[in-house]
């Protein structure tokens, strides 16, 4: 609903410009130019109000109500006959200014008022009044009868009202003759509905702050519930890199390590606080350049991080804190996020053991030859 009220506000500001030419016109008498204008800003004004009204009664059916085939009518295509009426009528008129005039508010103003109050009827009983945190608020369903019924009732006076056979009569001096109902001028009528309609819905507005607060609760439950989550995850992860016997660094784009698991600070011999933010050559440089002049494990390393291909290296050295060495192999895997590249996963175990057992392996079968 709140997504509508522009339409609301549109009418008032335009509706407003109009009933400011009246106003002149029973002060300073008629202007030609305002008198020309001023039928087809009633007509827009009408247009804004009749639009406001059908939207709001679209969003306030019930489910059952939307699936019958009248509410299927309710389109935009409905203002293309009322137009044509409006303009065939118009042109017929004797005074086809003032038959703008009339027409527009007979078949504008009035229905369109009628569907606005239909419509906030019908959204206090379609989407409030089963709500208690709603409809519990004070002076609730006083605010939306009233909005409803001041609607209505400025459509009439609005509308029906002031639209006779004959265009209005002017005094001598030039100014219009004030139409008289129940023993008031019009404006004031016009004036005491649309009032009434301003105070009715600036209190229904009240729901709205309910339910920015309910919003906030439940996006503040959601993020707990996915902030536990994350939790769970993050202690997951940190259980699956405490339990693998083998050493994983994590490092960024610029190749400094940004995490560590305890198979790697344990092979490498640094705390594990101690290799954050170090860079990846501190551990695991080659003595032996290639022909390039880069070393084959950045090499491996920078490949993977521009083309996103995973690979696996061998006979590789990583260097203990005491600068002792040892060797190894690794699977060195891209670390991405929506499809950026934010580093790589390095994943190495000592081979130092498998070399011993294939060398004493060796040695036996040639002892046997």
């Not at 083998?246 to 092979?267: K, P, Y």
């Amino acid at each position: 609903m709140s997504r509508l009220f522009w339409l609301l506000a549109a009418f008032a500001f335009v509706h407003g410009a109009f009933e400011g030419i009246g106003l002149r016109r029973l002060v300073h008498g008629a202007s030609p130019f305002l008198e020309a204008c001023a039928p087809f800003v009633l007509l827009l004004s009408y247009l804004l109000l009749f639009d406001f009204g059908r939207r709001l009664v679209l969003v306030s059916l019930s489910e059952t109500w939307k699936a019958h085939p009248a509410v299927g009518l309710m389109t935009v295509w409905l203002y293309l006959p009322m137009l044509l009426v409006i303009l065939f009528t118009t042109l017929s008129a004797h005074q086809p200014l003032w038959g703008l005039t009339f027409w527009s508010r007979r078949l504008v103003g009035f229905p369109g008022a009628c569907l606005a109050g239909l419509g906030f009827y019908l959204y206090w009983q379609n989407r409030i009044v089963d709500d208690d945190d709603l409809s519990g608020a004070s002076g609730q369903r006083i605010a939306w009868y009233a909005a409803a019924i001041s609607f209505v009732t400025y459509g009439v006076f609005g509308g029906l009202v002031d639209s006779g056979s004959s265009p209005p009569m002017l005094t001598s001096g030039g100014h219009a003759e004030p139409v008289i109902v129940f023993g008031l001028p019009i404006e004031i009528l016009r004036a005491s509905c649309a009032a009434a309609a301003a105070v009715s819905v600036g209190s229904l507005l009240t729901i709205f702050r309910v339910e920015r607060k309910r919003k906030l609760e439940h996006v503040s439950i959601a993020n707990r519930v996915a902030q536990q989550e994350l939790y769970r995850i993050g202690a997951r992860c940190d259980a699956i890199l405490a339990a693998t016997s083998e050493g994983i660094l994590g490092i960024d784009t610029n190749g400094n390590v940004t995490f560590v698991n305890d198979g790697a600070a344990h092979m490498l011999g640094y705390p594990q606080q101690d290799l954050i933010g170090k860079p990846i050559r501190v551990v695991a440089e080659q003595p032996a350049a290639t022909e390039t002049g880069e070393d084959s494990l950045c090499s491996a390393i920078c490949r993977t991080m521009q083309d996103g291909v995973t690979r696996r290296e061998t006979g590789v050295r990583f260097w203990r804190r005491n600068l002792t060495w040892f060797p190894a192999e690794y699977h060195v895997v891209p670390l991405q996020a929506v499809g950026k590249n934010e580093g790589a996963v390095i994943a190495f175990k000592d081979t130092a053991e498998n070399a011993l057992i294939e060398h004493m392996s060796s040695d036996s079968g040639e002892l046997a030859a």
